[in-house]
Nanobody, 128 residues
Framework: QVQLVESGGGSVQSGGSLRLSCAAS????????LGWFRQAPGKEREGVAI???????TSADSVRGRFTISQGDTKHTVFLQMNSLKSEDTAMYYC??????????????????????YGQGTQVTVSS
């Protein structure tokens, strides 16, 4: 079992910045990758950015150039630096973890079913 705890959400005006953090605990030696998903009201949960244990990153087209994912020294912590925030970034942001020894297929990197643990979420609200 892996537990994920997010922090750092909040309210910000359009163009502002926020930094999300996620700490993993439990059976962390099985972690392959950590990442962020988001879900806006009435919409499907979508992948935002992920980073694997080798440091390889993948980001959604909608956030590339504005959001940066990084991991802590222990690789059990992941951060999401969000700059130039837009109203359409408003959503609940969830930390996600994939355990095991292999990555998902390339076209599954940002699919929610490729990750088997999720945190409780942290709300990000961007006002225009």
């Amino acid at each position: 079992q892996v537990q994920l705890v997010e922090s750092g959400g909040g309210s910000v005006q359009s163009g502002g910045s926020l930094r999300l953090s996620c700490a993993a605990s439990g059976n962390t030696e099985t972690l392959y990758s950590l990442g962020w998903f988001r879900q806006a009201p009435g919409k499907e949960r979508e992948g935002v950015a992920i980073i694997d244990k080798h440091g390889n990153t993948t980001s959604a087209d909608s956030v590339r150039g504005r959001f940066t994912i990084s991991q802590g020294d222990t690789k059990h912590t992941v951060f999401l630096q969000m700059n130039s925030l837009k109203s359409e970034d408003t959503a609940m942001y969830y930390c996600a973890a994939r355990t095991g020894y292999t990555p998902p297929p390339p076209d599954w990197l940002l699919r929610k079913l490729a990750y088997n643990y999720y945190g409780q979420g942290t709300q990000v609200t961007v006002s225009s």
